[in-house]
């Protein structure tokens, strides 16, 4: 049981910088739009796969918490 526990604290901080490594990367694509005026209703290409990668690193922290909150 320490063991599979010690893996879940391992995994947490991974998880955590992932999930901050992909807002600042998003943070970062975006950043050269800011000085420019913004076209109404246009996407920005990849934003839909930016979405859905920002979504798995949210839920694998929230499992990641979840698991957490069940060692204690």
């Known amino acids: 049981m320490q063991g599979?526990?010690?893996?879940?604290e391992l995994?947490?901080?991974k998880a955590a910088?992932?999930?901050v490594a992909l807002l600042i990367a998003l943070t970062a694509?975006?950043?050269h739009d800011?000085?420019?005026?913004?076209k109404?209703?246009?996407t920005p290409s990849g934003y839909a796969e930016m979405?859905?990668?920002?979504?798995?690193a949210e839920s694998a922290l929230a499992r990641a918490d979840k698991d957490a909150a069940q060692d204690h």
Do not use: D
């Not at 979405?51 to 798995?56: D, G, I, V, W, Y």
């Open 29 to 31: 694509g975006c950043a």
């Open 40 to 42: 109404a209703a246009a």
């Open 17 to 19: 910088a992932a999930a």
């Open 4 to 8: 599979s526990q010690r893996r879940r």
């Open 51 to 56: 979405q859905r990668k920002l979504a798995a």
């Open 11 to 13: 995994m947490r901080p």
């Open 34 to 38: 800011a000085g420019t005026p913004r």
